[in-house]
């Protein structure tokens, strides 16, 4: 179990997410959060790319501030539809568009992974295909202005007010939440 694989390491998370941590500490991860802070450009419109890349960077960028004594996680996670990226959105307009999009249809929501441990980096994602009911121009309204959806890839989260609107999902839960525990599970096993 993780637990008992991380039972004597010094465990680095390294990301800003109040999700991610929720889940860490869910599972039984002691973790110190050191936010990576770096550029998440969207170099490429290939969602496995893109979200890899990103998760390697923020694991890498925490290694060169601390010893290799360390298990550092780095994760990014992005929706995906119709061969675009919908990231978070920059206003409440875009948040908008966003949910009008994934009204009645269905997107994908792709989380890197990436550990770095003793010199060495190790890295996979996660795929959830995710259905959204029907949703009103009332409805997304009434969302936005709670504002849950303006710090979430996609413009909502399925932990909170924005499960209201998926209807159902195809893999992994968390994953659509922010981490997907099963393939950072599969990681750990690699590695220890």
Do not use: W
């Not at 109040?18 to 500490?25: L, M, Q, T, V």
């Not at 504002?147 to 992994?172: H, N, R, T, W």
Request: charged share 25%; proline share 3%; with cysteine.
């Amino acid at each position: 179990m993780i637990h008992s694989f991380l039972q004597n390491k010094k465990v680095i998370l390294a990301s800003a997410s109040p999700r991610r941590k929720e889940i860490f500490e869910m599972i039984g991860i002691k973790a110190l959060q050191m936010p990576a802070h770096i550029d998440e450009e969207t170099f490429s419109n290939n969602p496995r790319k893109l979200v890899v890349t990103h998760a390697e960077n923020k694991a890498l960028a925490i290694r060169k501030i601390v010893d290799n004594d360390y298990l550092i996680v780095g994760s990014d996670t992005i929706v995906y539809q119709d061969s675009e990226i919908l990231e978070k959105p920059e206003s409440k307009l875009q948040a908008a568009e966003f949910l009008t999009r994934l009204s009645g249809t269905f997107h994908y929501v792709y989380t890197g992974v990436a550990i770095s441990y003793k010199h060495q980096i190790y890295s996979g994602y996660e795929k959830t295909k995710v259905f959204f009911r029907n949703l009103s121009a009332y409805e997304i309204e009434e969302y936005i202005n709670t504002k849950e959806p303006m710090d979430k890839a996609g413009a909502y989260g399925i932990q909170g007010l924005g499960s209201q609107f998926v209807q159902k999902i195809s893999g992994c839960y968390f994953n659509v939440m922010g981490f997907p525990v099963y393939r950072f599970y599969k990681l750990l096993e690699e590695i220890l």
